[in-house]
């Protein structure tokens, strides 16, 4: 799966968003030929600043949409490197629990392995299946459950620093969980296109004194709108599909929790198939 590359945006999606795109001005254009001339003369000014304003709108729209799902998209890095921060601060503060302990350590890296394998490592939203990681984070609560109920560890409760960085990292979770969903619904994605078509169309039924100019702005801005669609489209969904956020930093705090600890989650007293994938229906 690749990451942060300009390419990423050669995607199918944003192949389909480009012949759309290019479909509809072509038809445009056949459009525009049928117009009389003349009328078009007549109306060039009404035209022009009509055309304009909706340029301008439809800008503005598409402007702070880029912006609010690039800042979607950050918040999005930043859930998943303090999710894998509360799993290495839970796994540093296990040895003091003894046996117990390395019991929760299994977890943690369980619960890890699960979410690498069924919520990060996915192509499309349907192979996303949060069941396995719930039932892992469960785990580290049972686990923690144990550490309370144990007579040397009784004392254990909600402000205690492993409870609190356990409750961190579930809020990170639910926050993931929140991100990897769309957040633009699909009657804005219909006006965001509509505006497209829009503003595509006014450039075109305008009348102009250089052809070549007109034609080069013309095929410019349409680029623009459909690149910039695309890098939305690819925005909005941070954790799955061809431009996602970084996994590196959870994948690799995963194997050095591993390494530093010697686990292996499928011991006993963790959940050994809370790392499996789980298959597509």
Same mark, same amino acid.
């Given at each position: 799966?690749?990451?942060?590359?300009?390419?990423?945006?050669?995607?199918?999606?944003?192949?389909?968003?480009?012949?759309?795109?290019?479909?509809?001005?072509?038809?445009?254009?056949?459009?525009?030929?049928?117009?009389?001339?003349?009328?078009?003369?007549?109306?060039?000014?009404?035209?022009?600043? &009509?055309?304009? #304003?909706?340029?301008?709108?439809? @800008?503005?729209?598409?402007? $702070?949409?880029?912006? %609010?799902?690039?800042?979607? /998209?950050?918040?999005?890095?930043?859930?998943?490197?303090?999710?894998?921060?509360?799993?290495?601060?839970?796994?540093?503060?296990?040895?003091?629990?003894?046996?117990?302990?390395?019991?929760?350590?299994?977890?943690?890296?369980?619960?890890?392995?699960?979410?690498?394998?069924?919520?990060?490592?996915?192509?499309?939203?349907?192979?996303?299946?949060?069941?396995?990681?719930?039932?892992?984070?469960?785990?580290?609560?049972?686990?923690?459950?144990?550490?309370?109920?144990?007579?040397?560890?009784?004392?254990?409760?909600?402000?205690?620093?492993?409870?609190? &960085?356990?409750? #961190?990292?579930?809020?990170?979770? @639910?926050?993931?969980?929140? $991100?990897?969903?769309? %957040?633009?619904?699909?009657? /804005?994605?219909?006006?965001?296109?509509?505006?497209?078509?829009?503003?595509?169309?006014?450039?075109?039924?305008?009348?102009?004194?250089?052809?070549?100019?007109?034609?080069?702005?013309?095929?410019?801005?349409?680029?623009?709108?459909?690149?910039?669609?695309?890098?939305?489209?690819?925005?909005?969904?941070?954790?799955?599909?061809?431009?996602?956020?970084?996994?590196?930093?959870?994948?690799?705090?995963?194997?050095?929790?591993?390494?530093?600890?010697?686990?292996?989650?499928?011991?006993?007293?963790?959940?050994?198939?809370?790392?499996?994938?789980?298959?597509?229906?």
């Amino acid at each position: 799966m690749a990451h942060h590359m300009i390419g990423d945006l050669l995607s199918v999606e944003t192949a389909a968003i480009l012949t759309i795109a290019l479909v509809v001005v072509g038809i445009l254009v056949v459009v525009v030929r049928r117009i009389a001339l003349d009328a078009l003369e007549r109306d060039s000014g009404a035209i022009t600043a &009509v055309t304009s #304003a909706i340029l301008g709108v439809y @800008g503005l729209i598409l402007g $702070l949409t880029l912006a %609010a799902s690039w800042d979607r /998209f950050q918040i999005a890095e930043f859930s998943l490197r303090d999710e894998a921060n509360a799993m290495f601060a839970l796994t540093r503060l296990a040895p003091t629990y003894d046996d117990l302990g390395d019991d929760l350590q299994r977890a943690v890296i369980a619960y890890g392995d699960t979410v690498i394998a069924n919520e990060l490592m996915v192509d499309e939203e349907s192979d996303i299946h949060h069941r396995p990681g719930s039932e892992a984070i469960r785990e580290i609560y049972s686990v923690m459950e144990r550490i309370g109920d144990s007579p040397e560890f009784g004392d254990l409760n909600s402000v205690d620093p492993t409870w609190v &960085v356990l409750i #961190a990292l579930d809020n990170q979770r @639910g926050q993931r969980i929140q $991100l990897s969903q769309n %957040a633009l619904p699909r009657p /804005f994605w219909v006006l965001l296109i509509f505006g497209a078509v829009l503003s595509i169309a006014g450039l075109i039924v305008i009348l102009p004194s250089h052809p070549k100019i007109h034609f080069t702005i013309t095929l410019g801005a349409t680029a623009l709108i459909v690149l910039t669609l695309a890098l939305i489209h690819n925005l909005d969904r941070p954790y799955f599909g061809s431009y996602t956020v970084d996994f590196t930093e959870f994948t690799q705090a995963v194997d050095g929790m591993r390494r530093e600890y010697g686990v292996n989650p499928a011991a006993p007293g963790a959940a050994p198939s809370a790392a499996t994938p789980v298959p597509s229906s």
